[in-house]
């Protein structure tokens, strides 16, 4: 059974930095791609960023609203993908989710993470 | 950047009814790289429809979706209590994978 399990979500001030794991499960890791969505209060689903496989040179792709702020990152040994957040603002509260991509969809989800900012 | 556009915003409707919601795209979609997600609160997205038009694995066949260009449909033939919920498209051929506003199913 593929299972992506979350951590490391939490309250920060703005301005902080926070790491998210996402731990897979259930199927061989290192065949797909990881994306990170996340949801803010009241909102709909935004798409964060994605990272590919080695096959595919790890790439990156990020959101405008993220990019230079937040880094995707994984480690194929762990089967484990990581977001490392930073220079956090307000908007950036959310419910962060990772997801397993197969032909592109997520497929599998995370059962998400919280991520507060505030002060 | 795509834009997707969703609509309804919301429908109100009974157990048993059918309903088709519709996903417009600002720019032609790249093959066929459009997905529909069902999210409950408190719960993940759920992956329906990838593709356009091909139901993730163990979807029911009351669901089904069609479409090319900029224009999608996700239908649902006969609405179970389960299925009140809010729907999602997601264009994600090209970077940013954008989604829709989303399309909120309720119970009459």
């Known amino acids: 059974e593929v299972q992506l399990v979350q951590s490391g979500g939490g309250l920060v001030r703005p301005g902080g930095s926070l790491r998210l794991s996402c731990v897979a499960s259930g199927y061989t890791f290192g065949d797909n791609f990881i994306d990170w969505i996340r949801q803010a209060p009241g909102k709909g689903l935004e798409w964060v960023g994605r990272i590919k496989n080695k096959a595919n040179s790890f790439i990156t792709e990020y959101a405008a609203s993220v990019r230079g702020r937040f880094t995707i990152s994984r480690d194929d040994a762990r089967n484990s993908a990581y977001l490392q957040v930073s220079s956090l603002k307000t908007d950036d509260t959310a419910v962060y989710y990772c997801?397993?991509?197969?032909?592109?969809?997520?497929?599998?989800w995370g059962q998400g993470a919280l991520v507060a900012v505030s002060s | 950047e795509i834009v997707l556009t969703q609509s309804p915003g919301t429908l109100s409707l009974s157990p048993g009814e059918g309903v088709t919601l519709s996903c417009r795209a600002s720019?032609?979609?790249?093959?066929?790289?459009l997905a529909w997600f069902q999210h409950k609160p408190g719960q993940a997205p759920r992956l329906l429809i990838h593709g356009a038009s091909k139901r993730a694995t163990g979807i029911p066949g009351r669901f089904s979706a069609s479409g090319s260009g900029t224009e999608f449909t996700l239908t649902i033939s006969r609405l179970e209590p389960e299925d009140f919920a809010v729907y999602y498209c997601q264009e994600y051929g090209t970077s940013p994978k954008t989604f829709g506003g989303g399309t909120k199913v309720e119970i009459k």
């Open positions: 720019q032609t979609v790249s093959g066929t790289s």
């Open positions: 997801a397993r991509t197969f032909l592109g969809a997520a497929d599998y």
